[in-house]
């Protein structure tokens, strides 16, 4: 089946632009994460959502940051006023619905490369 | 908090040896996960091998096994008859098994292996 996709695949903006990253997630999976993945540095856990729960916004890194999940699906990811230190590849993941003592393996997509000048 | 250390930034490997990918980790919880995820340029996030704290056996995934010791917080990667397609980042990443954490994985900064003919 599909997996998770994200658009657009690169994204070149200039500093104090606003920007919109898409995340489509897999087919009913519950569970959607936004991850930032900057140069030299593992991920980091931006914000989390599940089903209709509020989200977990406690990794976002300014409030030029947020985040939306419409319908339980699609998420966006949108990033205002736009810096250079935001530059980075922002992947998404998807898992199925909590499995207490599962794995809750997350599938990620494959990113969007930000590129702010 | 957790925190994850992989203290090899980078790593070469010659075509059919084994090499050894390391990765400590920091927690004071007893339920957890542990993950080695491969990155190649294609920025596609893909799982290798996993491992569950109270599992005292080492996972073995193909030519990817894993030394797990628990005492010392250690997770290291051993890849037996590198290919030239293992080339790429490794990330070793931890989960915990608390439902109240929302499984987030924290990721080390991650080690770029380079396969040679």
């Known amino acids: 089946g599909a997996g998770v996709s994200q658009s657009p695949s690169n994204k070149v903006t200039e500093k104090g632009k606003d920007v919109e990253l898409r995340c489509d997630p897999i087919?009913?999976?519950?569970?959607l994460y936004w991850y930032r993945q900057s140069l030299g540095q593992g991920l980091e856990f931006l914000i989390y959502?599940?089903?209709?729960?509020?989200?977990?916004k406690s990794g976002l890194p300014s409030d030029r940051f947020s985040a939306e999940r419409t319908g339980g699906s699609v998420s966006t990811l949108t990033i205002q006023r736009t810096q250079q230190e935001d530059s980075a590849v922002y992947l998404c993941?998807?898992?199925?619905?909590?499995?207490?003592?599962?794995?809750?393996?997350?599938?990620f997509g494959p990113g969007t490369r930000l590129t702010v000048l | 908090a957790q925190t994850v250390t992989q203290s090899q930034p980078e790593m070469s490997v010659q075509e059919a040896e084994t090499v050894t990918l390391s990765c400590t980790y920091d927690t004071s919880e007893s339920d957890y996960y542990l993950f080695w995820y491969k990155q190649p340029p294609s920025r596609q996030m893909i799982l290798v091998i996993r491992q569950e704290a109270y599992k005292q056996q080492n996972a073995t995934e193909n030519r990817f096994s894993v030394n797990f010791q628990k005492a010392a917080k250690s997770f290291s990667l051993k890849i037996s008859d590198s290919q030239l397609g293992d080339a790429a980042m490794y990330f070793c990443a931890y989960r915990s098994g608390s439902g109240g954490s929302n499984y987030k994985l924290t990721f080390g900064k991650g080690t770029l292996l380079t396969v040679n003919p």
């Open positions: 959502f599940q089903g209709n729960s509020a989200p977990d």
């Open positions: 993941a998807s898992r199925p619905h909590d499995l207490a003592g599962g794995w809750n393996e997350q599938f």
């Open positions: 087919s009913g999976h519950t569970a």
